[in-house]
């Protein structure tokens, strides 16, 4: 396995805030299951301010392909979307829908 294939399989973790028309239209319950057909574990959750959160973690590859895909499969919801780097969780299995 060459250098990016090995950079593309390393585990990241993303905490990625969505905005726009994401709360009360089953953003959340849509995240969740795009998560569970990808090879990727976290968390999604509604924010105090109207935003949503998602941290995801897996292969860096699968990371990028499963944000990529959220913006994708909910045309006309997200108005931004910021990604930021989180410490990568051990031990995490799942993916989970919280508050």
């Known amino acids: 396995m060459g250098q990016d294939a090995d950079q593309a399989a390393s585990p990241v973790?993303?905490?990625?805030v969505y905005t726009g028309r994401v709360q009360g239209v089953g953003f959340r319950a849509t995240v969740a299951s795009l998560a569970r057909g990808c090879p990727v574990s976290g968390w999604v959750r509604n924010e105090s301010n109207g935003d949503v959160r998602a941290e995801i973690q897996g292969g860096r590859?699968?990371?990028?392909?499963?944000?990529e895909r959220t913006l994708r499969e909910t045309p006309g919801r997200i108005n931004q979307h910021v990604v930021s780097d989180e410490p990568t969780q051990l031990g995490e299995d799942g993916f989970a829908i919280r508050g």
């Open 13 to 16: 973790r993303r905490s990625v």
């Open 61 to 67: 590859g699968d990371v990028e392909a499963f944000v």
